[in-house]
Nanobody
Framework: QVQLVESGGGSVQPGGSLRLSCRSS????????IAWFRQVPGKEREGVAC??????VAQHVDSVKGRFKVSRDKRTVFLQMNGLRADDTAVYYC??????????????????WGHGTQVTVSS
């Protein structure tokens, strides 16, 4: 089972940018469709963006459209986040998808969660 490692989080001011990276723990090629999720304390984890295994299909939820962009190469899946807002503050996770990349349904393969990376947007 693939284990993914997230990196690139940090603290930024509103309007700032961050680029998150997702790699396999063994730095091998990632062949799965991948989704980015985020979670804040007390709330359910929500899908933010996903990308197909080929990279041809990329989907973003409405709250991040026009600000976030998911992309990938063979070994890394990226989430470029621009125009960050306070409500983007969360722990961000990447995970392999259990099914196709769809804006309205991003389901991770059970047991595939990593440690995540914290994103804090604050003035």
């Amino acid at each position: 089972q693939v284990q993914l490692v997230e990196s690139g989080g940090g603290s930024v001011q509103p309007g700032g940018s961050l680029r998150l990276s997702c790699r396999s723990s063994r730095n091998t090629e990632i062949v799965y469709a991948i989704a980015w999720f985020r979670q804040v304390p007390g709330k359910e984890r929500e899908g933010v963006a996903c990308i197909s295994s080929s990279g041809i299909v990329a989907q973003h939820v409405d709250s991040v459209k026009g600000r976030f962009k998911v992309s990938r190469d063979k070994r890394t899946v990226f989430l470029q986040m621009n125009g960050l807002r306070a409500d983007d503050t969360a722990v961000y996770y990447c995970a392999p998808l259990n099914g196709p990349c769809r804006e309205d349904r991003m389901a991770a393969i059970p047991g595939s969660w990593g440690h995540g990376t914290q994103v804090t947007v604050s003035s």
